[in-house]
């Protein structure tokens, strides 16, 4: 089974700061999809950022950026230039590609703060 | 364009009692899923549609029965609530069919508290 692990519950950053969330992954499969969540206090769940297994090149979405080491099976994200805006929980999340529903596994979170 | 919507927001049961939380999606999605989302643990999937007329069991399906009225609605019963069946609920949906590069949209969640 796979496994999704989010080691660090919570982290704080000063605004306009860059910060790192890490996650680390289980998985025997090859072709695989990673994804970064976040879910503000009204608890949507708001897609971040996605990564494909076959691509080498990390993913990138304004300030947000991944580090995806598929041998080590880590993929964190960065958020740079961080604002007010970015304090949420993050989730991160994965698939295999199984050809139809893409059912995702997901870590237990990290909760940002930002701070003045 | 709504994406994924559920009702009701938030409910309160009885022990024993029963309800069904609705789900619709107006993407043309073929694929539908309910989560839960507990406390430290991050969601986790209850059940899920691959496609109209279909229906598996994910990782914590006990306690509840689904059914996929039709391609945009996906509902989720439970029979008879029990306290360990308090969660935010949350639906989503993804195009699926094979599409490779698919990605899962979620409603707002539904918060359920069973006493």
């Known amino acids: 089974a796979q496994t999704v692990t989010q080691s660090q519950p919570e982290m704080s950053v000063q605004e306009a700061e860059t910060v790192t969330l890490s996650c680390t992954y289980d998985t025997s499969e090859s072709d695989y999809y990673l994804f970064w969540y976040k879910q503000p206090p009204s608890r949507q769940m708001i897609l971040v950022i996605r990564q494909e297994a076959y691509k080498q090149q990390n993913a990138t979405e304004n300030r947000f950026s991944v580090n995806f080491q598929k041998a080590a099976k880590s993929f964190s994200l960065k958020i740079s230039d961080s604002q007010l805006g970015d304090a949420a929980m993050y989730f991160c999340?994965?698939?295999?590609?199984?050809?139809?529903?893409?059912?995702?596994?997901f870590g237990t979170g990290t909760r940002l703060q930002v701070t003045l | 364009n709504a994406g994924v919507t559920q009702t009701p927001k938030f409910q309160v049961l009885k022990t024993g009692q029963s309800m069904t939380l609705q789900c619709a999606q107006d993407?043309?999605?073929?694929?539908m899923y309910w989560y839960r989302q507990d406390p430290g643990m991050g969601l986790r999937l209850i059940y899920y549609s691959a496609s109209e007329g279909t229906t598996d069991k994910g990782e914590v399906p006990n306690g509840y029965n689904v059914s996929r009225l039709n391609k945009r609605e996906f509902s989720l019963r439970l029979e008879s609530a029990a306290p360990s069946q308090t969660s935010v609920y949350f639906c989503?949906?993804?195009?699926?069919?094979?599409?490779?590069?698919?990605?899962?949209?979620f409603g707002p969640g539904t918060r359920l508290l069973v006493l």
């Open positions: 999340a994965y698939r295999v590609n199984t050809g139809t529903a893409s059912k995702l596994t």
């Open positions: 989503a949906a993804s195009a699926g069919g094979g599409v490779v590069e698919e990605t899962q949209y």
């Open positions: 993407m043309n999605h073929n694929s």
